[in-house]
């Protein structure tokens, strides 16, 4: 019954697990362990010493490992990197500007150098000592639908020149027959040399400069300088004595006394006449192209208002009139 002595029902016994005679005998050991060692003391140093192994050193070169930290940049940073950016894209335009001007300066004076704009009229030749003074290309200049109309009025100026050289000669032969006409021969000498320049400054070369450009302003200089000229023409045809005109009236008073002048004469008037009925007729032609060029009288005054302002002799004057009144005005005061 001895199996038995245990009371089942009584309070069982607690039960330590620290008290396992393992443990007990491994934490005696560790704290004898831990109460012996000095680690200041002499022999402690020296069995450490002995104790520690070398570290071997790996074969081969190795790298330390470095941790890469992400830094955000700051605006004043990627500001600048954008100022960068533009300047060097600045600095490569302008280098490719400067390029493509150099290039476009190369093929100007090329194409100069092979189709030069150089005055050619009047057409000299080239050793004469005096230069053309014009250029003139119908072809180039004037459109297609107004050449036609430009190179009649040139050969009406043509035919005008050679109308005054004949006049000229009619009156010199009006004079061999009688010397009281000397003042007829010197006024036609005068007209040839003032008219025929005159006429192609004042009313040809305004006229091809309008068909040239659609210029409203050099259309009214042409009819107001050609309506004169036409004026001039009949006047001419007729022939009053004494005004160096070799017209109607003055060849017909002399048939009477040469017959062979008279004969000149009436056919430098015929020549009078045929430039008076062609500047009529051209005149209204020139007028009836005006009025589809679509000029005006105000495109006429803005063309010269700004002539004269852009023109550098004008500018001048006005600044050096202004200059005088301001200080004549300073000095009054």
């Keep these: ?119 050619n009229w009047p057409p000299l030749p080239k050793k004469c000592p005096i230069k053309p003074c014009f250029y003139q290309d119908f072809s180039a200049d004037i459109p297609a639908d107004y050449q036609r109309i430009c190179k009649m009025l040139y050969y009406l100026w043509m035919l005008h020149s050679i109308t005054l050289l004949l006049n000229l000669l009619a009156c010199l032969a009006w004079f061999t027959v009688q010397t009281d006409r000397g003042v007829d021969f010197g006024l036609s000498i005068l007209w040839f040399i003032l008219f025929t320049p005159c006429a192609f400054l004042c009313w040809y070369r305004p006229i091809y400069k309008a068909f040239r450009s659609d210029s409203s302003f050099s259309f009214f200089v042409f009819f107001f300088v050609f309506f004169c000229q036409t004026a001039i023409y009949v006047i001419q045809a007729v022939g009053i004595p004494g005004w160096g005109d070799s017209g109607w009236i003055a060849a017909l008073s002399e048939l009477h006394g040469n017959l062979a002048v008279a004969i000149i004469m009436m056919v430098v008037a015929g020549f009078f006449t045929l430039c008076a009925a062609l500047s009529l007729f051209l005149l209204k032609q020139v007028h009836s192209l005006y009025r589809r060029t679509g000029a005006s009288f105000q495109r006429a005054q803005e063309e010269f208002s700004q002539g004269i302002l852009t023109n550098r002799s004008f500018q001048t004057a006005a600044a050096g009139a202004a200059s005088s009144a301001a200080h004549s005005a300073f000095r009054g005061n």
């Design 1 to 119: 019954m001895s199996g038995f002595d245990t009371n089942p029902f009584a309070d069982p016994v607690d039960i330590n697990p620290f008290q396992d005679p393992s443990v007990t005998q491994l934490t005696n050991t560790s704290q004898s362990g831990l109460d012996e060692f000095n680690p200041f003391s002499e022999s402690s140093q020296l069995t450490n010493a002995a104790r520690t192994t070398p570290a071997t050193q790996p074969s081969g070169h190795s790298q330390p490992a470095v941790l890469q930290t992400s830094v955000e940049p700051t605006p004043q940073a990627v500001a600048a990197a954008a100022q960068a950016g533009l300047l060097q894209q600045q600095a490569e335009l302008e280098r490719k500007a400067a390029e493509l001007e150099k290039k476009e300066r190369e093929l100007q004076s090329h194409a100069a150098s092979i189709d030069p704009r150089q005055n």
